[in-house]
């Protein structure tokens, strides 16, 4: 698609959807170099956690009475939606700015800083129900999913995704060094997220003066989401709740990383 | 002019070795390290962090879902205490992979590091001993760290555990030698994906979350091939003093590994440094 140079300013969703099929045309070639961490390393971890180490837990009530496979697999796919996100909002995001500063060549054009930034997590999302819907389906043969209902856990790893993206973005727009602090934030933040956010165990289980370390974290309002649409058991209220809880953070990180795009790109 | 009176008695390895490959200064590489890393600090406490977590993460969540396991000795034992041993030899490897692969490939591709090094009188087996050696000792801090954590938790309980130590410095030696010639051959980050592709699968699989008899047979030869499996089995029969003469083909096969890892970086980089 051109734009012709008219000194018209581009649709707002237009110009964030010329940045979409940028990436596209980049992925087109270069979609090898992630099967491995967007869709091989979920099921390793659905393959050793689900059925191998699944094989030695007796269904109980802190699986709800569920075999082991069927109670992570959900919540793997989210958690996994939830790196890849963050992954793909850290240096990715930095090297826009700083190392290849392609962001800087695109807001030379009619497309303006905020459609950049929508660019970038339209691709993000696109990129998650991709990778979620791979994960499902190669999950299939392996017995993972008890109903249909896996469909709508690859929107809920999506959300999620997003949720976590919007506020790491902004992070990655205000880091200015060779982007160290998103090791922290991979040490400090995803990592224990991943493991103690009711992905591989309920919460009930870590010390109540603790728990709400768990409550906070997006990723435990995205498994309970996720359980809930395939496994059931999902109440109307709480689960209002927990899409409040991911729309707020995607909307406080959206407008922080929208400023401090601007701030950035417009000079 | 001067005349050199008397020229120091040289070790049996520079007397074997064409000249220039090897000039007795690996030691200054680590010092090098030590320099560099003494201003990232932070770096080192999430490495030992990690762990750590992990072991919090089975000793509260994954241990409550499962009984107790089955121990090298045939006795039943907790599952934390089944899985420590394992989490310290996964990231003893995970340490030295990360150290030997990222870390190289970025000072050997982009900074140009080594290109430096060489222009003093300093070989391309220095490089090799002296970098592999600093994955080793940061390896080595790690699991001191993880053995302490261990003990606090009463995961220890047999003498013998004192060797889990010299066991994860093995460990980290055997992957930082082969993860460093693996290095050699990468060509753009992208790659680093082969070397999750070869780590994460080992880490995943290699008997490290539950016993071996879990697989069907054909799969249990295929997991026995992997060197992680061999470190896993010496960690845990050691964590529990249940000694057998097998051992020594564990040992033997890590430390062939070493042996291996350390011929082939230096001949690669020897061959790609000095054209």
Known sequence: ?267 | MTTLTETPRRGVLLRILPPGLYAGRASKLVERSILAYSRMWLVFASGVLEPLLYLVAFQIGFGRLVGDATGPDGQPMSYVAFVAPALLASSAMNGAVFDSTFNVFFKFRYAKTYDAMLATPIGPLDIAIGEISWAVLRGGLYSVAFFAVMAAMGLVTSPWALLLIPVALLIALAFAAIGMACATFLRSTSQFDYIQLAVVPMFLFSTTFYPLSVYPGPLQVVVQCSPLYHGIQLMREFAVGALHPGMIGHVAYLVALAILGIWGAARRLSGLLLR
């Open chain 1, 1 to 267: 698609m051109s734009v012709s140079s008219t000194g018209r300013v581009v649709p707002a969703w237009q110009g964030a959807w010329l940045r979409v099929e940028g990436y596209w045309a980049w992925y087109r070639r270069y979609w090898k170099s992630n099967v491995y961490s967007t869709g091989l390393q979920p099921l390793l971890f659905l393959l050793a956690m689900g059925l191998g180490f699944g094989s030695q837990v007796q269904a109980g009530p802190a699986t709800g009475g569920l075999s082991y496979v069927h109670y992570i697999a959900p919540a793997l796919l989210v958690s996994a939606a939830m790196q890849n996100a963050v992954g793909e909002s850290t240096y990715p995001v930095l090297s826009g700015f700083k190392w290849q500063k392609d962001y800087l060549a695109v807001t030379a054009t009619p497309v303006s800083p905020g459609q950049v930034l929508g660019g970038h997590l339209i691709w993000v999302t696109l990129r998650l129900l991709l990778s979620g819907a791979v994960y499902a389906l190669i999950a299939v043969p392996f017995g993972a999913w008890l109903n249909a209902g896996a469909a709508l856990v690859v929107v809920v790893g999506a959300v999620t995704g997003l949720a976590c993206a919007a506020p790491v973005t902004a992070l990655a727009a205000t880091t200015y060094d060779e982007g160290v602090r998103f090791n922290a934030v991979f040490r400090f933040v995803v990592m224990p997220m991943t493991l103690f956010a009711g992905t591989f165990f309920p919460i009930e289980q870590i010390p109540v003066a603790l728990r709400w370390l768990a409550w906070i974290s997006p990723l435990w309002h995205g498994n309970e989401l996720a359980r809930g649409v395939t496994l059931g058991g999902l109440e109307p209220l709480p689960a209002l709740g927990h899409l409040a809880f991911l729309a707020a953070l995607f909307t406080v990180g959206a407008v922080l990383a929208r400023r401090y795009f601007y701030r950035r790109l417009v000079v």
